[in-house]
C-alpha cells in the first residue's frame, strides 16, 4: 500500500504561481510513476503531468510550459510548480502514483484545491 499526501494548494490571482507537494509512504519501491491529475466541477479528471522513475516527464499540452513536475526520491516527494496560472486551471489537484508489476495499483491522495481568480 502507498498512502499520498499533497499540500500547497489555494486560491491565487491569474498570472501567479504555486507549488504542490505530495508525499508518499508505505511501499513507496514499488511507484513506477508519479502524477498530477485534476478535475474541474462537471469534468473528468485529466492527467496535468506525470514523472516516471527515471525522470522522464510528460504534460498536458494545456499546461507546457507553465507547469513543471519534479521529484525527490530520497524524500519520496513530488511537486509540481504552477506558473502563469490562468483562471481555466482552477480544479481540485490530485497526486497519483502507479505501481506496475503482475498487478497494477493506482493510488490517489485527497486532492487539493487550486482556485485561480481572474
Known amino acids: 500500500q502507498v498512502q499520498l499526501v499533497e499540500s500547497g494548494g489555494g486560491l491565487v490571482q491569474a498570472g501567479g504561481s504555486l507549488r504542490l507537494s505530495c508525499a508518499a509512504s508505505g511501499n513507496t519501491g514499488s511507484i513506477n510513476v508519479m502524477g498530477w491529475y485534476r478535475q474541474a466541477p462537471g469534468n473528468q479528471r485529466t492527467m496535468v503531468a506525470t514523472?516516471?522513475?527515471?525522470?522522464?516527464?510528460t504534460y498536458a499540452d494545456s499546461v507546457k510550459g507553465r507547469f513543471t513536475i519534479s521529484s525527490d526520491n530520497a524524500k519520496k516527494k513530488v511537486y509540481l510548480q504552477m506558473d502563469s496560472l490562468k483562471s481555466e486551471d482552477t480544479a481540485v489537484y490530485y497526486c497519483n502514483a502507479n505501481s506496475y508489476g503482475s498487478w497494477t495499483y493506482v493510488y490517489w491522495g485527497q486532492g487539493t484545491q487550486i482556485t485561480v481568480s481572474s
Open positions: 514523472i516516471k522513475s527515471d525522470g522522464s516527464t
